[in-house]
């Protein structure tokens, strides 16, 4: 596929731009700062900015499809939707929080005693995301939430599925970098959870 990728050099962007193109994928990867992409085999990096959704626009037309990876205080949502609307591109995946995931029936992790409290402005910003995104009548959007931790690890390509609850396992709730990216270049490939979230862990 031609795959635009907002946000390509962030900890989660690098990872899926690396699965992307490992997998054969062609990626627009769109950055405030695209120079560190430059010369890597099978991208077209390019300078985007996330308050311009018109310059955005036109940097996505003519995808096959758009994914965000990036933070939800750094952009307003309307703005990116409109882009993405604008661009005539309808399979949008966005890289989501897990703060909205319920912990138990109608209890949501970042309501939870113990959450965080640096990780909640974020946490409430893509929460409110997810919200917006499900009242989007045009676009063919999925929503893909980590686990409670994620970080920087090992691409396995064993993990486990789920919807709107926090996956755990013995030792808590993660997946890597790597393995988030594994799960979403797969919904991408094989589509599952069109105009849902669902989420990824071990």
Request: no cysteine; aromatic share 6%.
């Amino acid at each position: 596929m031609n795959v635009a990728l907002i946000g390509a050099t962030g900890n989660v962007g690098t990872r899926i731009l690396a699965e992307l193109t490992s997998r054969g994928h062609a990626v627009t990867a769109i950055a405030r700062n695209p120079a560190k992409l430059d010369g890597l085999p099978g991208v077209s990096a390019r300078t985007g900015d996330v308050h311009d959704p018109d310059g955005l626009a036109a940097l996505l037309a003519g995808h096959d499809a758009v994914i965000s990876s990036i933070h939800f205080l750094d952009f307003d949502p309307a703005k990116l939707v409109a882009a993405v609307r604008a661009s005539g591109v309808r399979r949008y995946l966005a890289v989501g929080g897990a703060g909205s995931l319920e912990v138990a029936p109608g209890v949501r992790l970042i309501d939870s005693p113990n959450f965080p409290a640096e990780y909640k402005s974020e946490a409430a910003a893509g929460a409110a995301y997810l919200d917006r995104l499900k009242a989007e009548a045009e676009l063919d959007w999925t929503f893909l939430s980590p686990s409670a931790l994620i970080g920087p690890g090992t691409r396995t390509g064993t993990f486990r599925l789920g919807a709107d609850q926090l996956l755990t396992h013995e030792n808590g709730s993660s997946i890597s970098y790597e393995d988030y990216a594994v799960a979403l270049v797969d919904e991408l490939e094989r589509p599952a959870h069109s105009r849902k979230r669902f989420t990824v862990g071990y």
